[in-house]
């Protein structure tokens, strides 16, 4: 029946289809919802946080008043003083800088490590549920044996053996943290298809491609959503957890994780090391959970 | 349901199988050798030396017979020798540091059922009361913050502000009280923040209601017919937070010097040694399975609607 169709007219009952569904109630949805999160004043404090902490990481060359590998060998481990406000480490380096230059780390891993999340479990995700049958158990196999291995160990298991390195993270947390999400657009999907509306797009003669991209994924993007917002403080923790125990970001580049690693050891003498970059992981961690949490009952006010 | 237990505990071969080989493939896949060690500073070796030395480790054979050879053995307690503390085998290490790792863990994790159940108990009581907002920010903050940086906190006010307890070691209960608070507060704020939710819905459910209609007095209502349905969901938390306490343990016991087996999880990764990351992987990775498993099971004995 699709064959005798005229192309045309395929092309016009899809644009109808999709105009008359997804999109009119996709509007609505969304508008509801920055409605909701904009009335949350914890989400509101979290997100101005957040965006601070963004501009601090863009900014670091302009804001940080000395380059974060300039060392002072006269005044090594100083508390906060008027010349080093936050004080120096133990190569005399100044630790606001390097604090400043941490910001950047964790923010370019919290969001880029979500770009690549989300461009393997997605698609992964939606074609498992879409297609059905043997690649879908295939894909359901492999993502339950991955799901059964603790994730923090398999993260720490590849960086160690890939070595040390902004890319190495990006890699290691990409390999791993798909599976969440491929499991929950999967679950989407596979009552996403069984709607009328598919049903309806696929008797008008909308192709494969177009009639998962368009009809079924948008109508599956609230978990999703939801899903990378909580994604981006796991990101962060992650990097912070390498770095702390040494096989995440590589030295002279500064890590709020790795900070408090080297710091902790001198807890005792030098308590300034370690506790302003605890202070700093602890606000970023804390900014992103109320601000996930306000996304998630904005977007959806049953999953609460 | 004996035959349910029955193929369930047979799953567990395959998936710890499965653990061993996708490890196994990713320490060999990797560049770099435990011969020619990437660190810097590490004694250069000559070719002869690093083949005598394959030779006596078994390195020397083709990857899928080292493996098989590995499980060989493995399933009988054998893990060989640790590359890195050439005069202990890997049992050795095991059996003296696994003990440590496990008491930690349990009292951790005793402590997050007991406090989060709790917290999330009052919350739900007195919902949108003071309580309610304590427990909630607990449990906030017990979920967001890493590890690593409450025992920061932690021991900054115990140790030095208060000095209440010491900064680290094993030796008497007192150094256990920090490292088990560290390790409980993540899965004790997710369990507060489930029991919370469970109790809220059942709370309002009808046959609280009728319990309550009956002139059941405050304590019987929550206790007796609340809590014994809000925490059927709660019970299949309980996997997860085994993986959280695991892993979350190398972090404390790196911090507070506890003599655990976490400590070589990292050591033994960058080291490069390849029978004790096995080993600790599969350790790991097998009592997890296995604590999945009881949750599983528990989860039926204690809720008569499923059927296996």
């Known amino acids: ?39 949350n004043r914890l989400a509101m404090a979290g997100g101005v946080v957040i965006v601070l902490l963004c501009l601090i990481a863009i900014f670091a060359d302009v804001l940080a008043p000395l380059p974060y590998t300039k060392t002072n060998f006269g005044r090594l481990n100083e508390p906060p003083s008027h010349d080093y406000p936050l004080g120096t480490d133990a190569l005399g380096r ?19 490590a979500q770009v690549i999340v989300v461009l393997i479990g997605v698609p992964i995700g939606a074609l498992s549920g879409f297609l059905g049958g043997r690649v879908d158990l295939a894909l359901t196999r492999f993502v339950d044996v991955m799901y059964a291995f603790p994730r923090l160990l398999f993260v720490i298991l590849v960086m160690s053996m890939l070595g040390a390195g902004l ?60 899903s990378v917002t909580f994604g981006i403080p ?3 923790f992650t990097e912070a957890a390498l770095s702390f125990i040494g096989v995440g970001i590589n030295p002279p580049t500064p890590s709020w994780g790795q900070m408090v690693g080297e710091g902790q050891q001198y807890i005792r003498s030098y308590w300034h090391l370690c506790v302003f970059p605890s202070i700093a992981i602890a606000i970023t961690m804390l900014s992103f959970t109320f601000f996930g949490d306000g996304v998630r009952d904005a977007l959806d006010p049953k999953m609460k | 349901m004996l035959q349910y237990i029955a193929s369930r505990v047979l799953w567990l071969v395959p998936t710890i199988g499965a653990m061993a080989l996708v490890t196994f493939l990713v320490m060999h896949a ?8 990437v660190a810097e500073g590490a004694n250069p070796l000559s070719p002869e030396a690093q083949k005598n030395l394959a030779a ?59 406090g989060g159940l709790a917290l999330g108990i009052l919350a739900a009581v007195y919902q949108n009361r003071m309580w309610d907002y304590v427990s909630v920010s607990l449990a906030t903050v017990g979920v967001a913050i890493p590890n690593f ?114 400590r070589f999880f990292v050591l033994s990764m960058t080291g490069r040694d390849y029978p004790m990351i096995m080993a600790v992987v599969l350790t790991y990775g097998a009592f997890l ?20």
Request: aromatic share 10%.
């Open chain 1, 1 to 39: 029946m699709a064959l005798s169709t005229p192309a045309s007219g395929t092309d016009a009952g899809a644009l109808a289809a999709a105009a008359a569904r997804p999109t009119v109630r996709g509007t609505s949805l969304w508008r509801d919802g920055v409605r909701r999160l904009l009335r």
């Open chain 2, 30 to 37: 990797t560049p770099g050798s435990p011969l020619d060690p």
């Open chain 1, 94 to 112: 100044d630790m606001f800088s390097r604090m400043i230059y941490g910001a950047r780390v964790s923010m370019l891993v919290g969001l880029g």
């Open chain 2, 149 to 262: 940086v409450l025992a920061v906190f932690f021991i900054i006010l115990f140790s030095f502000v208060i000095p209440l307890f010491p900064t680290g070691g094993w030796d008497s209960p007192r150094n256990w009280v920090l490292p088990t608070v560290t390790l409980a507060l993540a899965p004790m704020g997710i369990i507060a923040r489930f029991t919370r939710a469970s109790m809220l819905e059942v709370i309002r459910a009808d046959y609280t209601l009728t319990a309550r209609a009956k002139g059941l007095g405050e304590r019987p209502v929550i206790f007796k017919h609340a809590l014994k349905n809000a925490f059927i969901p709660v019970v299949t938390l309980l996997g997860p937070m085994f993986a959280a306490v695991g892993t979350g343990s190398f972090f404390v016991e790196s911090i507070f010097r506890v003599p655990g087996m976490g």
């Open chain 1, 167 to 226: 890319l190495n993270i990006f890699i290691a947390i990409g390999l791993t943290g798909w599976v969440g999400i491929a499991r929950q657009t999967r679950a989407q999907v596979l009552a996403i298809k069984e709607k009328e509306f598919v049903d309806a797009a696929r008797a008008l003669g909308v192709g494969f491609g177009r009639l998962l991209t368009r009809h079924v994924l948008p109508n599956a993007l609230t978990p999703i959503v939801v």
């Open chain 2, 56 to 114: 006596i480790y078994g390195l020397d054979k083709p990857l899928p017979q080292q493996f098989l050879i590995f499980l060989g053995k493995a399933v009988r307690g054998d893990f060989g020798k640790s590359f890195v503390y050439k005069t202990r085998t890997v049992m050795e290490i095991l059996v003296e540091t696994f003990p440590i790792s496990l008491l930690l863990g349990s009292m951790a994790l005793a402590l997050a059922i007991a």
């Open chain 2, 289 to 308: 399975a296995v604590m999945n498993l009881v949750v599983d099971l528990l989860y039926g004995a204690l809720d008569p609607r499923i059927r296996y």
């Open chain 1, 234 to 236: 796991e990101a962060i």
